[in-house]
Nanobody
């Protein structure tokens, strides 16, 4: 059974950091593109970052580039999203997703609809 479980969300002040984890079971993350998406109340879901399964290339939404870093630990079958310098516009439910499509993640584009999804973890940023 394919399963993705996110963890690491929480409540922080502006400028602080969080590291989200996405742990997979039932499949090897290395064989899938892994994306992080977020959805704030009243807003559409947007792709924040992804790492592909071809050459490890990564994508970042312009609003988070330079602040967020995605990485993969194959030994733990886990993908991380390190979020630094969190801002007031970052709060949302962050979800990770997996897709076997080799083109689900490129340096320029993140596919909007991935095959497998976690339930998400809440990120709150407030003074």
């Amino acid at each position: 059974q394919v399963q993705l479980v996110e963890s690491g969300g929480g409540s922080v002040q502006p400028g602080e950091s969080l590291r989200l984890s996405c742990t997979a079971s039932g499949f090897a993350l290395n064989n899938y593109a892994i994306g992080w998406f977020r959805q704030a109340p009243g807003k559409e879901r947007e792709g924040v970052s992804c790492i592909n399964n071809r050459d490890g290339s990564t994508y970042y939404l312009s609003d988070v580039r330079g602040r967020f870093t995605i990485s993969r630990d194959s030994t733990k079958n886990t993908v991380y999203l390190q979020m630094n310098s969190l801002k007031a516009e970052d709060p949302a439910v962050y979800s990770c997703a997996a897709d076997p499509d080799l083109w689900a993640c490129t340096k320029r584009v993140i596919k909007k609809s991935y095959d497998y999804w976690g339930r998400g973890t809440q990120v709150i940023v407030s003074p």
